[in-house]
């Protein structure tokens, strides 16, 4: 299984930034893909996921409204759209798998179990 987040970088308030994660080495309809960040000195929080089973998706309240995850099968990636960003948005985000289930759980990781690396994303004020 490998993820590899790209698109990161530096934009001013209320910018956008899109943000690709590249999967391969498994049956990428087959599995949910989530998206999470890190801030410095806080706990990772899951910002975004989308099933398989269902094509639902997820967002934490702090994104709702200004973030889309959206799936492209034809080329096994996943695009986190983030528009109207903030200086709290920033943070490194990375891209996951579900560990077993084609959808996103209800927990804080969505039931993911294989991350990738991630992609630093600035938000200026």
């Known amino acids: 299984v490998q993820l590899q987040a790209s698109g990161g970088g530096l934009v001013q308030a209320g910018g956008s930034l899109r943000l690709s994660c590249a999967a391969s080495?498994?049956?990428?309809?087959?599995?949910?893909i989530g998206w999470f960040r890190q801030a410095p000195g806080k706990e990772r929080e899951g910002v975004s996921c989308?099933?398989?089973?269902?094509?639902?998706?997820y967002y934490a309240d702090s994104v709702k409204g200004r973030f889309t995850i959206s799936s492209d099968n034809a080329k096994n990636t996943v695009y986190l759209q983030m528009n109207s960003l903030k200086p709290e948005d920033t943070a490194v985000y990375y891209c996951?798998?579900?560990?077993?289930?084609?959808?996103?759980?209800?927990?804080?990781?969505?039931?993911?179990?294989?991350w990738g690396k991630g992609t630093l994303v600035t938000v200026s004020s």
């Open positions: 996951a798998r579900s560990q077993f289930a084609n959808y996103c759980t209800k927990d804080g990781d969505y039931g993911m179990g294989y």
């Open positions: 989308i099933s398989r089973s269902d094509g639902n998706t």
């Open positions: 080495g498994f049956t990428f309809d087959s599995y949910a």
